[in-house]
């Protein structure tokens, strides 16, 4: 089986992820797309998040209809700042042998990459699926292999889709009372509004 992998803050998941997760999905064949929210994500040490629990039950809302999407708070669960690494290599510890991992992220992020944790373990595990992102450049693949030699062989740069929604566009939004209705499933954006989520 081929396996998506989407990491993130999802403060809050908004339709973004879901576009990235279903054209990866069709586009890479496959099974399913596993979403992994982060527990404390070492990027973001300085920045407070909404509540793991807060966080998860948007997820759970956003995917309830979608078979196959899956949640797993592996993250959350585990103690200490969110290392991808880590997280792949616990699920490659849950599935066979013969199954492929795919790991999504945004173009911005793969340029990023040679200041994560081993990197270079990293695209042994698994395969790197990386989506546009407005106002992004393309990433070039051959400074990247000076810093991890053999990613050229590991990453999928994709085309498409151009999604331009942005977490953080959302919570401001919402700060300014402003509708999010069109940006995240409704059965989140209801959760926000009953939960005041953001507005503090």
């Not at 908004?14 to 064949?29: D, F, T, W």
Request: glycine letters at 6%.
């Amino acid at each position: 089986m081929n396996i998506g992998v989407l990491g993130g803050t999802f403060d809050p998941v908004h339709n973004g992820h879901l576009i990235v997760a279903e054209e990866a999905k069709n586009r890479l064949n496959l099974t399913e797309v596993i979403f992994v929210p982060a527990g404390q994500p070492w990027l973001k040490v300085d920045r407070i998040i909404t509540p793991a629990e807060h966080r998860l039950q948007m997820l759970r809302l956003a995917l309830a209809d979608k078979p196959y999407f899956k949640l797993s708070a592996m993250e959350i669960e585990r103690a200490g700042p969110s290392y991808t690494v880590d997280t792949i290599t616990e699920l490659q510890g849950q599935l066979d042998a013969e199954d492929e991992l795919f790991f999504i992220l945004g173009q911005d992020n793969l340029v990023q990459l040679p200041q994560w944790r081993e990197p270079s373990r990293l695209i042994q595990l698994c395969y790197l699926v990386a989506v546009p992102r407005p106002g992004s450049p393309r990433p070039k693949l051959k400074e990247l292999e000076a810093s991890i030699p053999g990613i050229s062989q590991r990453v999928m740069l994709m085309d498409k889709p151009h999604v331009d929604i942005s977490a953080e566009a959302i919570r401001d939004r919402v700060v300014r009372g402003l509708s999010v209705r069109h940006l995240v499933p409704e059965p989140v954006n209801r959760y926000i509004k009953e939960h005041k989520l953001y507005l503090t």
